[in-house]
């Protein structure tokens, strides 16, 4: 993702995905004949025979355009299907998981669809779902995808067949930048200002939209890579599904504030002529995040809460863990509200499900699975087991572990367990071994000298290579490469192993974490600039608070130590005041006050946001008036220098360079 306002780093960002990709394929290699005996056991075990999700996800198809096609700004498109052809075929490739090909080829289905009468859904255009809603004299747009360029096409592809409506209402589900990104593809700014269009969202949508992505959002970047395969090519050695659906858009991601929010845990609203009934379910899938039932047309929308795999409570980028006891209890709440009065469930993913008994069935068990991995970790950890050891335990109940609804696509049980584990107890094991262990790159030059040095290390993998013991062997070479980086036995090793993992893998983000660490053990970090999440939209949601919190982030304590200074900070357009405080290698800030300070800056949070695109600097700020500074201003480049600016394109399965003691 990046910002239209760059085209050339968006053409260098396709030419240098490309080359990845190309790398990516030319060192592919063959399943083992141990991948092929797990990949044709996995066939025997579920109910490939029952193709209702295929008919439901046909159900009410009215069009598309070749290949779902979005052109983008650059070479390559916003989006297009045809990648994903090798889908078509009937038959599983023996590099892709059974089941995990069954749900890539129900998320290849693309198009406009009629859900209901007055109720549309463009689905297969984004990772998400655009859902249209006729009202009498407008459309109502639920959640408008992640890109302005897909959810324009989207649009567009609806107006192909459909009386043209103009936008009135734009619905954020959540605070997920695939559920918001692609507002200006639908409306304007201007038509909001204008009070022609108005953008209703859940309470504290602002607040969570760009909170969790700002302070962690550089590592959260990179980790996305590998949770989504970005850098992979779609292809049966390569990127296949995400579970969740296709892939990620390529595009703008803009944002428009809301212009009025969902404050109550219930509340009832008509909109042009249309009743929504919305329920708030904050801290489930989203910090931020409500459902909505239709009465008048018997649809429930569970948003991201019910969708037709199981999600995370957490996800493998990185992200807070999320309450599977409270999301089970959303989802039952819903049930027992509106499960006997829906006639269709939709959700912001996938396909929906038709009849009122599938429904209750649907969300039951969907309430149940949550409960499930939610309760038994919590069982199974007071009695003493370890993260791990709950994950290689816990197995899912016979009576979920055959419905395809609850199988671990996106999220997955192992990981969720641990989830679990993490939540209640945190990363300690309580085992004294553990509290203090070695730091990753000592503790693998201590092992592998144990284990008789490199050569040996990798003599007995080689054999267990052969047995089909990919997860220790994987483990195994990782230490080698982190005792040894240009070690290239162990890389090449390893790698053969992460890609078997993949092929095996039900899930389409652990299958795309095992090939991206494949990719990266054969050549190495992906020469290729970084995207950013900050663009003129997304900062308007960081409020000052949340920007000064940012600034400590970046604080180099070592550049700081000893040092201390006090800085008022004056926003003029909000007439809001803060000073910030460096002192023992700590910035710290106050709202609402100013202070004895060694200097103060006047500015516009617009300027402000100008000076963090690089749009402008500090000093040309000052010499156009921008920014006033009274006192010491050498105080205010003093402290810039002190921040640190952070490598998008980090090292992940070798070790970077160790950070200095502080």
Known sequence: MTHSRFPRALVALACAFAAASAMAQVASKPPEPSTLQANADMAKTLPFADRGDFDDAMRGFIATVPDALVPGAGPRPAWSMKPYDFLKADAPADTVNPSLWRQAQLNAIHGLFQVTDRVYQVRGFDLANMTIVEGDSSLIVIDPLLTAETARAALDLYYQHRPRKPVGT?????????????????????????????????????????????????????????????????????????????????????????????????????????????????????????????????????????????????????????????WSKYIDEARVAFGGKADVLIAQHHWPTFGQDRIVDLLKKQRDMYKFINDQSLRLLNQGYTAADIAETLHMPASLSQEWSARGYYGTLRHNAKAVYQKYLGWYDANPANLDPLPPVAYAKKTVEYMGGADAVIARAREDFRKGEFRWVASAMNQVVYADPSNRAARELGADALEQLGYQSEAGTWRSAYLVGAMELRNGVPKIPGGSSANADTLKAVSNDLFFDFLGVRLDAAKAEGKKLVINWNFTDSNQQFVLTLENSALTHIAGQQSGADATVTLSRATLDAVTLKETSFPAAVLTGKVKIEGDRSKLAELMSMLDTFEPMFPVVEPRAQPKNQ
């Open 170 to 326: 734009v619905i954020y589900s959540h605070g997920h930048a695939d559920h918001f990104g692609g507002v200006k593809g639908v409306t304007t700014e201007a038509d909001v200002a204008a009070g022609k269009v108005q953008v209703l969202a859940p309470a504290g949508f602002m607040e969570t939209a760009v909170a969790e992505n700002i302070l962690a959002g550089n590592a959260m970047s990179r980790r996305s890579q590998y949770q989504f395969g970005s850098l992979l090519p779609p292809g049966v050695r390569g990127q296949v599904d995400t579970g969740l659906g296709k892939a990620l858009a390529r595009g703008t991601v803009t944002l428009i504030a809301p212009t009025a929010s969902i404050d109550k845990p219930t509340e009832a609203r008509t909109i042009d002529g249309v009743q929504f009934v919305f329920h708030l379910v904050p801290g489930s899938e989203a910090p931020s995040e409500m459902l909505m039932y239709l009465p008048q047309f018997r649809v429930l929308n569970m948003a991201e809460d019910v969708t037709h795999n199981m999600h995370n409570l957490y996800t493998i980028r990185g992200a807070e863990v999320r309450d599977g006891n409270l």
